[in-house]
């Protein structure tokens, strides 16, 4: 009788602390309250290099019911068109979220522009040089129509590139909640109307490297994290 009840405490005291210990891991300390305040609108400027905001171009929206999901996920979102002084233009779209939870991953631009009627032809990965070194971007050529889209985008989560393969994320999200951290992060998209894939790329690529050559230095990390490839 004594030894089962021994066992019956043992086991008792092994759940408790079980639970003790998981209680304990529980991410609650937001990385986003221990810096200053995130404002897309004044990190990004409405002008640097040869690009300007034209308000003649609106990037894709989405629809109703994803706008709402994003506004619920998100804590701020920025859309902008720049043109250049040739009269090119290319669709920046930035969305920032507090605290990077697995359902922050539903509104990858896969899933936009095909809620959108776009066709998702070509996807794959691709490195993107930013003047200081090369980060993990995924790129996407959408059709809808006669209209041809070729995006580039990448994620971060924390201070890192975490592209957007579910593993990847998660790993980054263990990482932070093992030291009790809640990460925040964000989804940054450019993109331009063009039929010629490869022309399309290379332009964006300027436009990213001429737009983090003109932020902050807390700015740029914001934007692709600390480490490059």
């Known amino acids: ?11 008792g005291f092994a759940m408790l602390a079980g ?18 305040r995130i404002d897309l609108a004044t990190m990004i400027p409405s002008h640097f290099g040869e690009w300007n905001i034209d308000t003649d171009l609106v990037p894709i929206q989405p629809d109703p019911q994803t706008k709402k999901l994003i506004n619920s996920l998100y804590s701020q979102t920025l859309t902008r068109t720049y043109i250049n002084n040739k009269g090119v ?16 991953q539903v509104h990858k631009p896969e899933v936009c ?3 959108q009627g776009f066709q ?16 993990r971007v995924r790129r996407l050529l ?29 790993l980054e999200q263990l990482k932070y909640g093992l030291t009790g951290q809640i990460p ?8 331009n ?12 690529d300027g436009f990213v490297r001429e737009l983090l050559r003109a932020v902050s230095p807390a700015g740029r990390t914001r934007l692709i994290g600390q480490s490059t490839l």
């Open 19 to 36: 639970a003790s210990l998981a209680f304990a891991l529980i991410p609650r300390a937001k990385v986003a309250d221990q810096g200053p």
């Open 142 to 170: 959408t059709v809808n129509g006669s209209r041809i889209e070729p995006v580039t985008y990448w994620m971060t989560i924390g201070e890192k590139i975490a592209f957007g393969k579910t593993a990847t994320w998660k």
């Open 89 to 104: 233009r290319i669709m920046l779209s930035v969305a920032y979220g507090g605290e990077q939870t697995d359902e922050l």
């Open 1 to 11: 009788m004594r030894i089962t009840t021994v066992r019956h405490l043992a086991v």
């Open 184 to 191: 925040d992060g964000l989804l940054f998209r450019v993109s």
């Open 113 to 115: 522009y095909r809620s």
């Open 193 to 204: 109307l063009s039929p010629d894939e490869k022309a399309a790329f290379t332009l964006q």
């Open 120 to 135: 998702i032809r070509r996807e794959y990965e691709g490195r993107l040089n930013t003047g200081t070194g090369n980060i």
